[in-house]
C-alpha cells in the first residue's frame, strides 16, 4: 500500500453517527483516531518517504510509528450501539486537546499496525488521513458517554 502524503483539506466529521456510519462501511480498512496537530504535522516528508514517529512523553523516545486507538468495533461488543462504541473510543483520549496544547484535535486515518508504544498503544503506520472530527461530534461523544451514568469510569488521563 502507498504511503500517505500530507493532507491539509480534510472533510470533517461533524456527527457522531456520521463516524459510526463510516465505521460500518470500513470493512476492509484499519480505521484509527490520532489526538494531534493532524496529517500535515505527522506527515512530514522526511528525504524519501513520510516520516511517520511520535514521541514518549515520559522519555522521549521516538517511537516508530503514530499513537492512535482502533475504532474497529471488538466482536465482544455485540450488538451493541456503534455511535456509543466510538464515543467512549473518542472521549477515552479527549484530555490531550487540553494537556498537548493549541491545534490538537482528533483525527481519523486509515492505517496498519506497526507496533506498540510504552503505553500498549497501538502505533500506525498512516495508508491515508481520512478527516477531522467536529467539537461537535466531541460533544455528543461526552454526552453519551455521560448518559451512561457510570461513576467509575472516565477519561485516560494521568494528570487527574
Not at 466510538?86 to 482528533?106: E, I, T
Request: aromatic residues 6%; proline residues 9%; charged residues 30%.
Amino acid at each position: 500500500m502507498e504511503e500517505a502524503r500530507p493532507q491539509a483539506e480534510m472533510p470533517t466529521i461533524d456527527d457522531l453517527g456520521e463516524l459510526a456510519a463510516l465505521l460500518d462501511r470500513s470493512d476492509d480498512e484499519e480505521l484509527y483516531v490520532r489526538w494531534s496537530r493532524g496529517p500535515d504535522v505527522d506527515l512530514s516528508p522526511g528525504d524519501h518517504k513520510p516520516e511517520q514517529s511520535s514521541r514518549d512523553s515520559l522519555t522521549g523516545i521516538k517511537l516508530p510509528g503514530l499513537s492512535a486507538n482502533p475504532l474497529r468495533v471488538e466482536p465482544w461488543w455485540g450488538d451493541r450501539s456503534t455511535r456509543l462504541w466510538v464515543a467512549r473510543r473518542l472521549y477515552d483520549y479527549s484530555h490531550l486537546r487540553k494537556l498537548r496544547g493549541p491545534g490538537v484535535r482528533p483525527w481519523v486515518l486509515v492505517g496498519e499496525q506497526c507496533g506498540r508504544g510504552p503505553d500498549n498503544e497501538p502505533l500506525v503506520i498512516c495508508h491515508r488521513p481520512v478527516a477531522w472530527v467536529s467539537e461537535e461530534a466531541l460533544r455528543q461523544s461526552d454526552k453519551a458517554v455521560q448518559e451512561q451514568g457510570s461513576q467509575e469510569w472516565g477519561p485516560l488521563n494521568r494528570a487527574d
